[in-house]
């Protein structure tokens, strides 16, 4: 989430580098991406379907809710960043 931004767009080039299989997303999504409203967390559901792990860098004070429909997707595990904290990893039992 957040593939647009100085720092997601870094982490994606390094996955498609890295021939890791991505499902990037943004608020203005380019083509093949997801659209990722943060202020709406559950209309994210369909962006989770099937992840296994997530990559959240966010600065919206929603981004507590997207890790719990992440969670409530299937997500295992991931990182995440809003705020200015690191929260590593999602953990799931993390505050992430």
Same mark, same amino acid.
């Given at each position: 989430?957040?593939?647009?931004?100085?720092?997601?767009?870094?982490?994606?080039?390094?996955?498609?580098?890295?021939?890791?299989?991505?499902?990037?997303?943004?608020?203005?999504? +380019? $083509?093949?991406?997801? =659209?990722? @409203?943060? %202020?709406? $967390?559950?209309?994210? #559901? $369909?962006?989770? @379907?099937?992840? %296994?792990?997530?990559?959240?860098? !966010? %600065?919206?004070?929603?981004?507590? !809710?997207?890790? +719990?429909?992440?969670?409530? !997707?299937?997500? +295992?595990?991931? =990182?995440? #960043?809003?705020?200015? %904290?690191?929260?590593? $990893?999602?953990?799931?039992?993390?505050?992430?």
């Amino acid at each position: 989430m957040g593939a647009r931004g100085h720092i997601g767009r870094l982490v994606l080039e390094q996955l498609l580098a890295d021939d890791v299989p991505v499902r990037a997303s943004a608020r203005r999504p +380019e $083509p093949g991406w997801f =659209a990722a @409203d943060l %202020t709406d $967390p559950a209309s994210l #559901r $369909p962006a989770f @379907d099937g992840m %296994t792990q997530v990559f959240l860098y !966010a %600065t919206h004070e929603g981004a507590p !809710a997207v890790a +719990e429909v992440a969670r409530a !997707a299937g997500v +295992e595990r991931g =990182a995440c #960043r809003w705020g200015g %904290t690191w929260r590593v $990893p999602l953990g799931w039992n993390a505050s992430c």
